[in-house]
Protein backbone atom coordinates (compact mmCIF):
# COMPACT_ATOMS: atom_id res chain seq x y z
CA UNK A 1 0.00 0.00 0.00
CA UNK A 2 2.90 2.12 0.92
CA UNK A 3 5.27 2.42 -1.79
CA UNK A 4 8.50 4.36 -3.05
CA UNK A 5 9.56 3.44 -6.42
CA UNK A 6 13.22 4.19 -7.52
CA UNK A 7 14.40 4.75 -11.34
CA UNK A 8 16.55 6.68 -13.47
CA UNK A 9 19.43 4.81 -12.37
CA UNK A 10 22.21 3.18 -15.05
CA UNK A 11 26.17 3.47 -16.30
CA UNK A 12 27.19 6.85 -17.14
CA UNK A 13 30.89 7.84 -17.73
CA UNK A 14 32.26 10.65 -15.72
CA UNK A 15 30.94 14.32 -15.93
CA UNK A 16 27.54 12.38 -17.08
CA UNK A 17 24.22 12.51 -15.61
CA UNK A 18 21.39 11.06 -14.46
CA UNK A 19 17.81 11.81 -13.19
CA UNK A 20 16.77 9.41 -10.24
CA UNK A 21 12.97 9.83 -9.68
CA UNK A 22 11.48 8.02 -6.81
CA UNK A 23 7.72 7.78 -6.90
CA UNK A 24 4.96 7.11 -4.55
CA UNK A 25 2.29 5.15 -4.55
CA UNK A 26 -0.70 4.02 -2.24
CA UNK A 27 -0.08 7.46 -0.25
CA UNK A 28 0.61 11.11 -1.78
CA UNK A 29 4.02 12.93 -1.22
CA UNK A 30 2.54 16.36 0.30
CA UNK A 31 2.92 15.85 4.05
CA UNK A 32 6.51 14.02 3.96
CA UNK A 33 9.76 15.09 3.71
CA UNK A 34 12.04 12.82 1.04
CA UNK A 35 15.86 11.98 0.97
CA UNK A 36 17.73 10.42 -1.22
CA UNK A 37 20.57 7.76 0.56
CA UNK A 38 23.09 5.69 -1.25
CA UNK A 39 24.84 3.11 -0.18
CA UNK A 40 28.79 1.54 -2.12
CA UNK A 41 30.00 -1.79 -1.71
CA UNK A 42 31.74 -1.57 1.98
CA UNK A 43 29.87 1.62 3.01
CA UNK A 44 27.49 2.38 5.51
CA UNK A 45 24.46 4.33 3.98
CA UNK A 46 24.70 7.73 4.17
CA UNK A 47 22.27 10.71 3.09
CA UNK A 48 22.85 12.12 -0.39
CA UNK A 49 19.59 15.24 -0.20
CA UNK A 50 16.89 15.64 1.30
CA UNK A 51 13.99 17.88 0.80
CA UNK A 52 11.19 19.19 3.24
CA UNK A 53 7.11 18.32 1.62
CA UNK A 54 7.04 21.77 0.52
CA UNK A 55 10.46 22.13 -1.03
CA UNK A 56 10.64 24.99 0.76
CA UNK A 57 14.07 23.58 2.07
CA UNK A 58 16.85 21.39 0.92
CA UNK A 59 19.92 19.57 2.15
CA UNK A 60 22.93 18.24 0.54
CA UNK A 61 25.84 15.97 1.51
CA UNK A 62 29.46 18.25 0.98
CA UNK A 63 30.01 15.55 -1.40
CA UNK A 64 27.71 16.22 -4.03
CA UNK A 65 26.84 20.43 -3.75
CA UNK A 66 26.94 22.22 -6.39
CA UNK A 67 26.40 18.97 -8.57
CA UNK A 68 23.29 17.15 -7.41
CA UNK A 69 19.63 18.91 -7.05
CA UNK A 70 16.70 17.61 -5.12
CA UNK A 71 12.86 19.07 -6.27
CA UNK A 72 9.84 17.20 -5.83
CA UNK A 73 6.20 17.83 -7.98
CA UNK A 74 3.96 16.83 -5.29
CA UNK A 75 1.11 16.84 -8.27
CA UNK A 76 3.06 13.91 -9.82
CA UNK A 77 3.87 12.42 -6.42
CA UNK A 78 6.84 12.19 -7.40
CA UNK A 79 10.51 13.31 -6.51
CA UNK A 80 13.86 13.80 -8.10
CA UNK A 81 17.01 13.73 -7.67
CA UNK A 82 19.65 15.26 -11.04
CA UNK A 83 22.93 14.26 -10.99
CA UNK A 84 25.10 16.00 -12.70
CA UNK A 85 29.09 16.34 -13.00
CA UNK A 86 29.01 12.30 -11.48
CA UNK A 87 31.82 11.29 -10.98
CA UNK A 88 33.17 7.26 -9.78
CA UNK A 89 33.01 7.74 -6.13
CA UNK A 90 29.29 8.61 -6.65
CA UNK A 91 28.77 4.66 -7.56
CA UNK A 92 26.47 3.26 -5.60
CA UNK A 93 22.90 2.00 -4.61
CA UNK A 94 20.70 5.08 -4.59
CA UNK A 95 17.11 4.74 -2.14
CA UNK A 96 14.55 7.07 -2.03
CA UNK A 97 12.78 7.20 2.09
CA UNK A 98 10.18 9.25 3.26
CA UNK A 99 8.97 10.61 6.64
CA UNK A 100 5.80 12.65 7.97
CA UNK A 101 6.34 16.03 8.12
CA UNK A 102 5.74 16.52 11.41
CA UNK A 103 8.59 14.67 12.60
CA UNK A 104 11.02 16.43 10.03
CA UNK A 105 10.02 19.70 8.59
CA UNK A 106 13.33 21.29 7.81
CA UNK A 107 13.77 18.02 5.74
CA UNK A 108 16.87 16.98 7.32
CA UNK A 109 18.76 13.99 6.27
CA UNK A 110 19.10 12.27 9.65
CA UNK A 111 18.44 8.39 8.53
CA UNK A 112 16.88 7.11 11.17
CA UNK A 113 14.05 9.41 10.73
CA UNK A 114 12.66 7.87 7.52
CA UNK A 115 9.91 5.17 8.04
CA UNK A 116 9.01 4.07 4.38
CA UNK A 117 11.72 3.44 1.51
CA UNK A 118 12.36 2.35 -1.79
CA UNK A 119 13.87 -0.91 -3.26
CA UNK A 120 16.65 1.18 -4.58
CA UNK A 121 18.35 2.12 -7.85
CA UNK A 122 22.39 1.32 -9.01
CA UNK A 123 24.31 4.21 -10.10
CA UNK A 124 27.49 3.07 -11.74
CA UNK A 125 30.14 6.13 -13.07
CA UNK A 126 32.41 4.19 -14.82
CA UNK A 127 35.78 5.37 -15.67
Known amino acids: QLQLVESGGGLVQPGGSLRLSCAAS????????IGWFRQAPGKEREGVSC????????NYADSVKGRFTISRDNAKNTVYLQMDSLKPEDTAVYSCAAVWVGWNRRGKCTLGLYDYWGQGTQVTVSS
Open 51 to 58: ISSSGGKT
Open 26 to 33: GFTLDYYS
